[in-house]
């Protein structure tokens, strides 16, 4: 077989492979596109993070409580979540999280903490739930020997 014979074949393989790959590569972009299209016109709606909220309390009630561990930790992440989305009032917190260990400020403007065992770690950590206007700010993680509590109280008993 001559070399005039064999190139064009090469040249069908690499024109072939080049047509696929521009194939796929409209196909990602079109779904890139559209992906950007619906979440600009149908914003995820806060029942979605509700949902998670609440699926994630019914696995730690069913399965940990009242420990707090492994799935406080998922349940506070998804309130956490939740909380960025939506509103949540302080007493919708307690409910899920249920009493702090510890509190700076007061329940409706201030900082609680829940105490919990980290799965396969020998120290505590700590949630730190921010609370503005009786309405969670925010939700953070960290090792409970990390920060010093000593501006923080006994949460009351009632």
């Known amino acids: 077989m001559?070399?005039?014979?064999?190139?064009?074949?090469?040249?069908?393989?690499?024109?072939?492979?080049?047509?696929?790959?521009?194939?796929?590569?409209?196909?990602?972009v079109t779904a890139y596109l559209t992906l950007v299209?619906?979440?600009?016109?149908?914003p995820e709606s806060p029942v979605i993070g509700e949902t998670m909220v609440m699926a994630s309390y019914g696995e730690y009630v069913a399965k940990e409580?009242?420990?707090?561990?492994?799935?406080?930790?998922?349940?506070?992440?998804?309130?956490?979540?939740?909380s960025k989305e939506a509103s949540v009032p302080a007493a919708d917190m307690?409910?899920?999280l249920g009493k702090p260990d510890l509190i700076a400020g007061t329940a409706e403007t201030g900082t609680l903490v829940y105490?919990?065992?980290y799965p396969g770690a020998t120290n505590r950590w700590a949630v730190y739930a921010?609370?503005?206007?009786?309405?969670?700010?925010q939700i953070g993680f960290n090792d409970a020997t990390v920060n010093n509590h000593s501006g923080y109280q006994a949460y009351p008993t009632r």
């Open 65 to 82: 409580y009242p420990k707090r561990g492994d799935y406080f930790e998922r349940l506070a992440t998804a309130l956490s979540m939740y």
């Open 130 to 137: 921010s609370l503005k206007d009786g309405k969670l700010t």
């Open 115 to 117: 105490l919990y065992e």
């Open 2 to 28: 001559t070399e005039a014979k064999r190139n064009p074949k090469w040249k069908r393989a690499l024109w072939l492979t080049l047509k696929i790959y521009a194939g796929l590569c409209t196909l990602l």
């Open 94 to 96: 307690l409910k899920y």
């Open 37 to 42: 299209v619906w979440s600009t016109f149908f």
